[in-house]
């Protein structure tokens, strides 16, 4: 069974930086997408970035030029590097798994407080 674990949230100053991990654990298929999703308090879950086996990546507009995501097969590791951290970037990342004919799969989410 495939399981996800984040690693790296906490508090940090506006215009700081952190680097989140996700460890994969389990087996997974070769062809896969593998993302950062994020919840703020009193909102919906929403996209921030994505990338694929083959290294296709998909970045949410509001966060382009300051978060760059990464995965290392090796390690089975997926990296969410975020700079120049805003107040709105407050809010529980949670990482993802998709594959064609298998269960998505969710990470138990790490939080990131971004203070002013």
């Known amino acids: 069974q495939v399981q996800l674990v984040e690693s790296g949230g906490g508090l940090v100053q506006t215009g700081g930086s952190l680097r989140l991990s996700c460890a994969v654990s389990?087996?997974?298929?070769?062809?896969?997408?593998i993302g950062w999703y994020r919840q703020a308090s009193g909102k919906q879950r929403e996209l921030v970035a994505t990338i694929s086996s083959h290294g296709n990546i998909n970045t949410a507009d509001s966060v382009k030029g300051r978060f760059t995501i990464s995965r290392d097969n090796a390690k089975n590791t997926m990296y969410l590097q975020m700079n120049m951290l805003k107040p709105e970037d407050t809010a529980v990342y949670y990482c993802n798994l998709k594959a064609v004919g298998y269960r998505e799969v969710w990470g138990q989410g790490t939080l990131v407080t971004v203070s002013v």
């Open positions: 389990g087996s997974i298929v070769s062809s896969n997408v």
